[in-house]
């Protein structure tokens, strides 16, 4: 149990439905993160919200829309997901410290997607 | 060529044996992370350092910042030790934190 969790765990979806990724840290920390990780391919950041203003988005297409609604809570809703968006996406949060610091990641397990 | 680079991609060892795993960047760091992915896809943080060489457990970090060049060792391996080892690093000038990662060492340590 890291303090974060995620839901759903699995998600199966056709290309033309609307869902949401949840994800909830009980932590504390100030910045939370969607990755994203492919088969055979290194995690990718997609998003960075900091005290719930999104401060990064990794040049991630529309269909992927995140939202920060307090610094506990962070979705990521999807529409018109294409079958190569099929991964498993992971949520994390840490405590910003200084300016060019961060503080450890702490990670949940994931929710693993299949467009169909 | 990725800015983190990790060797080897896949390591099996018997039970007992002495594990090292490599990692080089090629990048300006504020912070080096090692990460463990178990099969169900969570991931957990080992180490978090910017110098030197940290301990926990069984588990040793060292970084040499001007080699550039990161290694994590494992002592008397376990088959639950069994996970993908990934090394990530905190860019420096960003002030969120952006992590870039290697593709991870597989790791099998049967019995």
């Known amino acids: 149990e890291t303090g974060v969790t995620q839901t759903p765990r699995h998600l199966v979806m056709g290309m033309t439905n609307k869902k949401s990724l949840k994800c909830e840290q009980h932590?504390?920390?100030?910045?939370m993160y969607w990755y994203k990780q492919s088969a055979k391919k290194p995690l990718e950041l997609m998003f960075v919200?900091?005290?719930?203003?999104?401060?990064e988005n990794n040049s991630v297409p529309s269909r992927f829309s995140p939202e920060c609604p307090n610094s506990s809570h962070l979705f990521l809703h999807l529409h018109t997901l294409q079958p190569e968006d099929s991964a498993l996406y992971l949520c994390?949060?840490?405590?910003?410290?200084?300016?060019?610091?961060?503080?450890?990641?702490?990670f949940g397990e994931g929710s693993r997607l299949t467009v169909l | 060529k990725n800015e983190v680079e990790q060797s080897p991609q896949n390591l099996t060892a018997q039970e007992g044996e002495f594990i090292t795993i490599n990692c080089s960047y090629s990048?300006?760091?504020?912070?080096l992370h090692w990460l463990q992915q178990h099969p169900g896809g969570g991931i957990v943080s080992l180490f978090m350092?910017?110098?030197g060489k940290k301990k926990h457990g069984r588990l040793i970090a060292t970084i040499n910042i001007q080699e550039k060049h990161s290694s994590l060792h494992i002592t008397a391996s376990h088959p639950r030790d069994s996970a993908v080892y990934i090394c990530?690093?905190?860019?420096?000038?960003?002030?969120?934190?952006?992590?870039?990662f290697g593709q991870g060492t597989i790791l099998t340590v049967h019995p």
């Open positions: 990530a690093v905190s860019l420096r000038g960003t002030s969120y934190g952006k992590l870039t």
């Open positions: 350092l910017s110098s």
């Open positions: 932590l504390g920390h100030n910045a």
């Open positions: 919200y900091s005290l719930e203003e999104r401060v």
């Open positions: 990048v300006g760091i504020s912070a």
């Open positions: 994390a949060s840490s405590q910003r410290g200084t300016a060019q610091n961060t503080g450890e990641l702490f």
